[in-house]
């Protein structure tokens, strides 16, 4: 498949806000949503290790829709945001829901030209989209753009959701991620929403359950059974990684 329709496939998708169904502060899928609990697993994560960050200003690349910087800008008012995206009709889905977001900004454009460095920045489920010929540049752009001392976020599907998604060209393995991303220090990796049956029988909640009762159960549910995963049964990955001084 081309480089265009993989993207397109995802382009498309910014037809309709998906991510903003899924609640953040209290948590629902306000549609039958099988995937809600599972973005709100590795989200929820990011949103967690930001807050515990002291930064000025957030650069998120491939930000789509702007959901993570809609949820961080509201908690972090006094810091700046900015999310890149290439997908015109996702920038203007995330300008439109975030308008009155005065400490969010959201560019159609390419991060590699934003004109100054960023203390904090996060790539959340993106690299898996980037070409291989595309993937070296692409990462060392993200190095120019990290202050030194700068924090990094990557969230990746694991090498455990296979086949390969569509849209997607790769999955991810731990070692997989080091290496993409050898030039930062790594710090820590986080291992989350485990795949095979739980996962599918948390899935079961949405169709037997009405919607105020299945958010709670849903919820409580996975917290226990689903969220905490280890590298061999994961679906997603999030590293974190330092520019050194």
Known sequence: MSNINKFKIQELQYNFPYHYLVDFENFKSFKNLNWGIEYYAYINKVKELILDIDYKNHL???CGDGKLISIISKLNKEKQHFGYDLSEPAILLAKALNFNRKNATFVNGDFAEAEFEF????????????PDAEIENFVENIYKKLKPGGKLIV???????????AKHYRHYSLEMIKNSFSKF???KAYFLVKKGFIFK???IFSTLFPYSIMNKLQLKFAKKTLFTANQNNCRHIICEFTKEN
């Not at 203390?119 to 989209?129: A, K, M, P």
């Not at 969230?155 to 998604?165: A, E, G, Q, R």
């Open 155 to 165: 969230s990746l599907p694991s090498i455990n959701v296979f086949p390969v998604k």
């Open 185 to 187: 220090k790594f710090e």
């Open 201 to 203: 029988a948390n899935a």
């Open 60 to 62: 998120d690349i491939g």
């Open 119 to 130: 203390d904090l920045i996060t790539l959340i489920e993106v690299l898996e989209h980037i």
